[in-house]
């Protein structure tokens, strides 16, 4: 993987991460009541971001590599290949 295909999402991810949204709401909550709850709380966020960010890289990957995908199988007035062909 490119560092470019890993930066453009991470930094999404961050920007997302450092907005407030029902994420910190829900640490805020556990937080109030006990620390633990609270870290393991951060921790399965954590764990969910991060899983997803490697799937939409993996996804764009795969369809950038595809050449059934590709742009430049798709010109005007030209059929799209198909398996046969």
């Known amino acids: 993987m ?3 295909a ?3 999402p991470m930094i999404a991810w961050i920007v ?3 907005s407030p949204g029902p ?3 829900l640490l805020l909550r556990l937080g109030v009541r006990a620390r633990r709850p609270a870290v393991l709380g951060a921790l ?3 764990t969910g971001n991060a899983l997803w960010i490697v799937t939409s ?3 764009r ?3 950038s590599s595809s050449p059934r995908c590709s742009a430049s199988s798709f010109r005007p007035g030209r059929h799209p ?3 046969g062909s």
């Open 2 to 4: 490119t560092t470019a």
């Open 6 to 8: 890993w930066l453009s």
């Open 16 to 18: 997302a991460v450092a």
């Open 23 to 25: 994420d910190m709401f």
């Open 44 to 46: 399965g966020i954590m």
């Open 57 to 59: 890289v993996r996804i």
């Open 61 to 63: 990957e795969r369809s």
């Open 81 to 83: 290949p198909t398996a």
